[in-house]
Structures are given as C-alpha cells and as structure tokens.
C-alpha cells in the first residue's frame, strides 16, 4: 500500500462506534477503486464511480426486471479485485441479482457494500409473474433468494441498531456483517429547504405514508381542541384517517411538506411496529432540523435519533394514552417547545447531515476494501 492507512479505524471498531469515521486525521486508501448503482457528488473527499445503465439495458425500461438484472451484470462486471461495490438497497431488484450473481461459483467474486436494505419489501405476498402468468413466486422462495443474496455482501448498513438486530435474526446473518449508520436528514442538504422564516402555527404536524399509525394519532388528540395537520400524499392513506373537527387531512408534496413541518409547533410520527424496517428516519431528522421536537411513536429507530426529553419523545407504537399526554405536556408549555427546538436543530447539524452520511459510508467502504487487500496479501505471502 503506498499509504499509511494504520490509524484508520478497523471494521470491529466502527462497529461498535460510528463516529470514529469522522476522524479528521482519517487517511484514504490507495489502489480502491468505488463503483455504485447510483450517483454520489463530485464534491466527496472520496470519488465514486456512477455505473449508469448502458443503452441496451435502458431498452427494457419498460420491464423492470430484466433492466435491474442487466444493470446488475453490469456493474458487477465493472468491478476487478481492487473495486468495492456500493449498492443502495431502495433500488429493491439489482441488489437481489448482484448479490445472486456474488453467488454464483463460475465468477470471481466481487466485494459488495449494501446499504439501506429493502428486503422485506421484496417478500409481500405470493403473486404470480406477469410475463410467466402460470407461475407462483412463492414468498418461502423469495426468502431463500433474499438471504443467499444477503449472504454474499461484505458488509450492510443498517439505519437503526434494532434493524441490524431485526435483519442478523430473521436471515441468520453474522451481526458483524451489519453496520448500524444514522441516517440523515435531507432538507439540510438543499438551498430551498435551509430553513424556513415563517411565522410558527398554532398546530401539530404529522407527515408520510410509509407504516403511519394515524388511528394512534388521531385517537391521542380526541376530544382536545388542539388543531392536527396530517399530510399523506398516497390516497389509500388519507382514507384510513378518521374525521375530526380539529384534524385537517391533505396531501403535501415537498416543499409544501418542509413549510407545515417548519411552521407547526412540533411534529408528530405515529409508526406501525411491523416487519424488520423501520420508518421515518429522515421525517425525524428533517423536522428537527427545523428546530421542532418530535414526538415519535417508535419501536424500531426512533430512539437512535432523539434525544429523550432534550430534542423530543420516543413512545411505544400504538401508545395513543402516552402519546396525548406528551402532545398535551408539550402544548402547554411553548417555552419548552421553544428550548427543544434548538437543541434539535443543532443535534441533527452535529449528527445528521446528508454530508456526514455521505462521508461515513464511503469511509467505511474504503476501510472494508482496504481490510480484504490486507487479508489477501497476507494469505499471498
């Protein structure tokens, strides 16, 4: 190696503390090359190379499976021994096939780095493939694929300790493998969504589709005359939300979202305990970053955000008694809300930034290929 790279931290130590990544004396690796399926700043102290779908592949946008499984072939044949491969998890089917293609004993096997892993978006229900109609992809099969292709990253990040807890224990994966990082919140990282200088309202916020609970919600502020806007932009969504007089039901998209999650009071998110995910993450992040506490009712990530009575309220799922009682405490007292706030805002400016999340992962990456470069030429000798 043509650098020293010995007070890096190593992979067991960031494990147990992500922060050791932001260590300014951090050095680069030479001779790792980083590719993705997606595309990262120019900006990065660490570049990334963008694998953009080729012509032909870009032929099958119309068929979504053949698109990934090609895109996934390739990036992997984009990478030699020195190139890890980054992989963002929310693009559900090419991390399934690169990861099925790492499996396959006639290839070289390529170093694969997974993050934000989508897998139980994958499993659903049994459903029959549209263009083999005769077929069942049976949900037992999809599970088997899931792990085998899990089983072939290197590493995989997690936005929540109970999610990597959740994702080693359902797949029977090593829980060295799975790396805990924050996520981030991502209207500190544009120009229009800063913060906005809007007169603050007299009302509750609470946002997103994604496994709400907004019966536990709606429930909490029954029969109190404090004003609820709850923003849902799926339909389907909006349609499960009960009728009250103080409880106005609409769909926002950014940056209508951003302005009432910037002009409430406090924000509230109300999440469904289910499955190996979370939720919310960046709803957390991105209303705190506007100087509002955050009620969260939250069994899988929120405490790893929230700072318990300083920058907000982490309450069991479906807790509505609890829930109204911190939304009452919280109400009655504008001078602590106020307090909160800033102490919200500058706990996700330290924490939470979309550079910081950026700099953790492909510090991280590169800490992973330089460890496997170490550990080949150490069996070479």
């Given at each position: ?213 907004y019966k536990c919600l709606v429930d909490a502020v029954k029969g109190t005359d404090i004003p609820v806007i709850i923003s849902a932009t799926d339909p389907d969504v909006r349609k499960t939300i009960e009728y009250l007089p103080n409880v106005i039901v609409l ?24 499955g190996l995910k979370g939720g919310g993450e960046t709803n957390v992040c991105n209303a705190m970053w506007h100087s509002k506490p955050v009620i969260a009712c939250c069994n899988m990530a929120a405490e790893d955000y929230i700072i318990e009575g300083e920058t ?18 919280l109400w009655n007292d504008p001078e602590r809300v106020a307090e909160m706030g800033k102490k919200a805002h500058a706990h996700v400016k330290k924490n939470f930034t979309h550079d910081l999340l950026t700099l953790r992962l492909l510090r991280l990456a590169m ?15």
């Open positions: 190696m043509n650098n020293d790279t010995s007070n890096n931290p190593t992979l067991k130590q960031v494990h147990e503390n992500y922060h050791l990544l932001e260590s300014a004396d951090f050095v680069i690796p030479n001779n790792i090359r980083l590719i993705s399926n997606v595309r990262f700043s120019e900006k990065n102290e660490i570049s990334v190379r963008y694998i953009a779908p080729n012509f032909f592949i870009r032929l099958f946008r119309r068929l979504p499976l053949f698109f990934s499984f090609f895109h996934a072939l390739q990036i992997f044949f984009s990478a030699d021994s020195q190139t890890i491969i980054l992989i963002d998890g929310s693009d559900k089917a090419v991390w399934l096939f690169t990861g099925c293609l790492n499996r396959i004993f006639f290839f070289r096997k390529r170093t694969l780095f997974l993050w934000d892993i989508f897998v139980e978006y994958i499993l659903g229900t049994e459903k029959k493939i549209k263009i083999f109609p005769f077929l069942k992809f049976k949900t037992k099969w999809k599970e088997y694929l899931a792990r085998n292709a899990l089983l072939s990253y290197d590493l995989l990040v997690q936005w929540s300790k109970k999610q990597v807890s959740s994702h080693a224990d359902y797949y029977r994966l090593p829980e060295e493998k799975l790396f805990f990082l924050p996520f981030k919140s991502n209207h500190s990282n544009s120009s229009k969504l800063r913060q906005y200088d809007l007169h603050v309202g007299k009302f509750v916020f609470s946002g997103g589709n994604g496994k709400r609970d769909g926002a998209p950014e940056p209508a979202f951003a302005q009432l999650q910037a002009a409430s009071q406090f924000v509230v998110i109300p999440m469904i305990h289910s907000g309220f982490v309450i069991p799922s479906g807790d509505s008694e609890l829930l109204r009682r911190r939304i009452l405490e800490i992973l290929g330089d460890e496997k470069n170490s550990r080949n030429s150490t069996q070479g000798d």
